[in-house]
């Protein structure tokens, strides 16, 4: 539930700082965005949102073992920066970079959802990421879930 | 005067070894920061290997001179991360809980003891990386560089490590009179990206702002292009004024910061 409050609180500070961006620099000519291709971002933005957090959560989960995960969670995010297209557009990486990210969780968090908004994915390419980031949804659930139920039953607290 | 400098460096002793014992202690985290740093260089080099397949310069910079200074940002990080980083990053955790008190009645500045008492050792090794990374890229560059331009270079990024800590205590200091600085801290560690780009990629009013207000340009990318381009008295009296405002500011704001603390005994 704090997840999806995340990502609804994140999404509409998006919306607002993308308006504030238009509104002083314009909209480019070559931005085929319609109101189809953003409602569609929209809604890939909350499955990246989900993918995002649950990503988060199975390394979080790693606590119930190891005292501190505050060197992996920083690495976590430098690495979904770099490879979700954030710092640098993907289309930019080596082809076979771009084939084998192409696989992985990471370009659709933020690379994906991009290309949605601005109307670049067609329809084919568009429920191949869709599906894709359900599978990744369902097997990262599937993980944390697993590695939690773990976790819980070697978990010892102080003072019971 | 002398009596002071001995005592704040047998202090300084004691911080050292509390926190290598302190780092041993969580030995799995000791090699997930190793693992954070060195994904962090990577990915570094990476993003101007992959800009400089698509461009030969970049903010007047050729793909060597980028990686160079790729380096000295590393090697700055790395002094952040070693000295001070993990006592900015919970200076506000201990404003809010009223902890600050301890570190009031100390008979030393408690701005010294609450930035310098916990060091990270593993961040030693990364730096360590971080010098390699820079020594490698220095060779390879075209030219020569003189004893004199690497002294200047020493001396800026020695300068660029008080502005990257008072740029931070900038940011921090608002929690005592906010009582949350979630989203300004978050806020600085996005602007902290500007320290990884040449100066000369921002124009216009965002240069001028990351060149003065908020200094990240003159972190490192002032210091490189004295080390490129030779010693500008220009370019390094900016260096040292911008450090000396800011230093006067901070200072001033951690007066009136302590004047409307209320601890957790009052």
Known sequence: ?160 | MFRAIRRYTRLYAHFLSFSFSKSFEFRLNFWFRIIMDVIYAGMLVSFYQIIYGEAQMLGGLTKTEALTFVGACLVLDGIQMTFVHDNLDTLAEKVKRGDIDYYLVRPVSPLFFLSLKELSPNSLINLCFAFGIFGYYLSELPYSISFFQLLWFAILIANGCVLYYLTRLLFILPIFWLGLVGGIDTLFYNLYYVVDRPDKVFKGAVRLVFSTLLPFCVMVSFPVRVLFEGSDPLIIAHIFGVTLVLAILVRFLWALCLRSYSSASS
């Open chain 1, 1 to 160: 539930m704090a997840a999806l409050a995340y990502v609804l609180l994140a999404s509409i500070q998006v919306i607002m700082g993308a308006g504030v961006l238009a509104l002083m620099m314009g909209i480019p000519s070559d931005v085929k965005a319609s109101l189809l291709s953003v409602a569609l971002g929209l809604l890939v933005c909350v499955f990246s949102g989900y993918l995002y957090k649950i990503m988060q959560a199975l390394l979080e989960l790693l606590a119930f073992w190891v005292e501190a995960i505050w060197g992996l969670q920083v690495a976590l995010y430098f690495l979904m920066n770099f490879l979700s297209g954030a710092l640098i557009p993907l289309s930019l990486f080596p082809e076979q970079m771009q084939a084998v990210l192409a696989w992985t969780p990471f370009p659709y968090l933020i690379a994906f959802p991009t290309n949605v908004i601005l109307g670049k994915v067609a329809a084919v390419e568009f429920f191949r990421g869709v599906t894709l980031m359900v599978c990744w949804g369902i097997a990262l659930t599937f993980a944390a879930s697993l590695i939690w139920k773990k976790g819980i039953r070697e978990y010892s607290s102080v003072g019971i």
